[in-house]
Structure formats: C-alpha cells, structure tokens
C-alpha cells in the first residue's frame, strides 16, 4: 500500500511540473536578445589650445615648387625666375645648385650673394623677390564651393581659409536658392573636421560657421586638411581590429554586430571587452563603451546604432576613456581623409606621383593641376 501511494504521489508531481510551469506566450531562451541595450553615453569635452589662435610667428621658409625671382642689383639682364626643385635647390647665373629648402628669404639673399662674390671682382648685391608658392598648402575638401588644395603665403585663419573655398553648401543654399542639389548637399557642420599632424584638432565648425565664434577660428599651417561630409549621408563607420575598416549604410534598427559583421568581423589580435561606439558632434562625442564579448556570447542584450554612428575596435585596451575616444577619432578623420583625398584626385582624372602630402601619416601622395588652387570636381 504505502509503495502504491508512492508511485501515485510521483505521478502527480511529474503532472503539476508539466501543466502548471506552462504559461502563454514564448518560453524563456537565455541566449534570446529581448531588448537593445541602453549606452552609457559619456561626453568628452575638449577645448582649443589658445595659442591656436595666435598668429604664427614662424618666417616663411622656401620649399619644392617655391619660386624666386632672383637679380644682381644694376644688371637688368641678370633677372632670372628660379624655381626651387624636387631636391630643394635653385639654379642662377653660374652657380651650382644651392640647397635653399627650408631657409627664410634673408638667408636665401645672404647665401645667393656669398656665393656669387668668387665670381665678381666688387661684393654683388642681389634682389630676392618670392614670386609664387606652392610648397606650403592645406586640403579644402567636402561640401565647400570650390573643394580642392590651396596654396599659403602666410598663415590664413579657418575662417578665412573657408572662405577661399567659396564658403560651404549650407551657407551657400542660403545665399542662392539655384545651387544644384542644395539639400542633398548640405555640410554637416557638427561632423566636420580638421586634421593637423595625424590629429584631429577639436575645432566646432557649428559655432565656428553659424555663430560666429572666434574661439574657434585657429590659424592654419601648412598640411592641414578640412573636411565636410554630407549632411545627409546615412551611414555607420566601423574602424579598428576589423576585416575591413569601412562605412556601412545604415538600415533602421541596425545594431553593432550587424554593422560589424558588414565590416567582415572582428580580426584575431581584436579586444572585445570594451569596443568604443562614438555619437553627436566629433568636437564634443559622446562615448559609450560596450562588452562585445558578452553581445556575442548572448549574456548581453546588443546595442541598436544611429546613423553617423563611429564603431572602433580596438587592439587593446585602454586605460582612460579619453584616450580610448581620441585614438578612434583620430583613427576615425584619418581614414576618411585619405579616402577623400584619393577620392578627390581620382574624379580630377589625375594620377598619384608625388607632389601634396595628405597629412595623416598615410604617405600617400597626389599632384594638383598647376593653377591655384587646384580645384578638384565632385
């Protein structure tokens, strides 16, 4: 009897688990992703160096492409225009090459006339006169008027360099209602930028152009690179330890590994423990940091992106996030920038000898036309 009631009282056990754990709707998947991850945004200030916006003191220093017109004072017939070649030197009268690249006008003078004194019984004096530059030069590029690369005898303002640009599409929309293609080509002024030296600089291009804000209007130097993309470009940029760092378009309710996978994953030496995605403004991002690793094993929900999101995988970790966020960034305006710049020389039907460095370590090297500037078609 007592093992009848036993077995009964198992039975009715294994009947209430079957029945009474059962409820509507889906069972529970663990690996289930049931809601996007809410990002922790954090914003990183940056602020302008204040000696940016000093004029450079610098004096101008001859360079390839720099040319001269030099002349032995009373001896019209002496007036010769030189132009300083690919190896930095200059020609005149019957003197050797002279290396010149990288001296001031004065030291070029004083250099000219001591090496033309074994050749004249009395001291000559010599007139030195800086006919035309092509050795110093920034990159205008983007949805300004007149994209291209424009020559600097001196050290022009952003502002000003803008301006020789033709102003951007946005501001130009306003002036006159027949510019071709207006909405379309609108600047995205908060997602401008100007690269000096391999880095961005975090210039605010929306107060700069819109407001008038002087705090941000630094002074070029030579190399620099400007650009503004597309306002209504609708893409993801996804950078670092990836197959093939690139812009995926953007499709509603896109999500990191979806954006990753379209970048052909992640690589071997990657870190997935804290990849970066970078929103808003590139003079003021917001940062989150997101544990890849977890998104992939299913113990984390993933992260939906926005368009003009910056993903950045990267090959290690990093202490600081500030650190974290300006090596994507400028991992981030590097890229762009070469691909703009060969972009650029490839629509202008020119080859790739050597001639403008783009300034982002890249090494990559194009020739513009030789008129000034050397205006690039979009």
Request: aromatic fraction near 10%; proline fraction near 7%.
């Amino acid at each position: 009897m007592k093992s009848h009631l036993s077995y009964l009282w198992i039975g009715l056990t294994l009947a209430l688990f079957a029945t009474g754990c059962q409820h509507p709707g889906p069972r529970f998947n663990p690996y289930e992703l049931k809601s996007a991850q809410t990002l922790q945004l954090e914003t990183i200030t940056n602020a302008i160096d204040s000696n940016l916006l000093k004029p450079p003191t610098e004096p101008f220093r001859l360079g390839p492409g720099d040319r001269v017109e030099i002349e032995i004072m009373d001896d019209t017939t002496s007036r010769t225009l030189s132009v300083v070649g690919p190896d930095g030197k200059i020609y005149f009268s019957l003197l050797p090459g002279l290396d010149v690249w990288g001296k001031t006008l004065p030291e070029t003078k004083d250099l000219l006339e001591k090496q033309l004194a074994q050749y004249y019984r009395n001291q000559p004096r010599v007139a030195l006169t800086l006919r035309g530059v092509e050795s110093r030069r920034f990159w205008m590029l983007g949805r300004v008027q007149t994209p291209g690369v424009y020559f600097m005898t001196n050290s022009p303002t952003l502002l000003e360099g803008i301006s020789l640009a033709g102003g951007t599409v946005s501001y130009a929309a306003q002036k006159d209602l027949s510019v071709a293609n207006t909405i379309d080509e609108t600047a995205d002024l908060k997602r401008s930028f100007l690269i000096r030296q391999g880095h961005m600089l975090p210039v605010d291009f929306e107060r700069l152009v819109t407001k008038g804000d002087l705090t941000q209007n630094i002074y070029l130097q030579p190399d620099d690179f400007i650009y503004f993309p597309a306002a209504n470009a609708r893409t993801v940029y996804v950078i670092g330890a990836v197959g093939q760092a690139r812009a995926v378009p953007y499709a509603e309710g896109m999500t990191m590994s979806a954006a990753i996978a379209n970048s052909y994953g992640t690589i071997k030496d990657a870190y997935l423990y804290k990849v970066a995605v970078i929103r808003g403004s590139l003079s003021q991002p917001k940062v989150a940091l997101v544990n890849y690793y977890d998104v992939m094993a299913g113990k984390t929900p993933d992260v939906t992106l926005e368009p003009h999101d910056i993903v950045y995988v990267p090959f290690a970790p990093y202490r600081l996030i500030r650190r974290f966020a300006n090596a994507a960034l400028d991992t981030f305006v590097s890229s762009v920038a070469i691909n703009e710049g060969i972009r650029a020389v490839n629509n202008n039907g020119a080859a790739l000898p050597a001639g403008v460095f783009i300034p982002v370590g890249s090494r990559i090297t194009v020739t513009p036309s030789s008129s000034s500037p050397a205006v690039f078609t979009q």
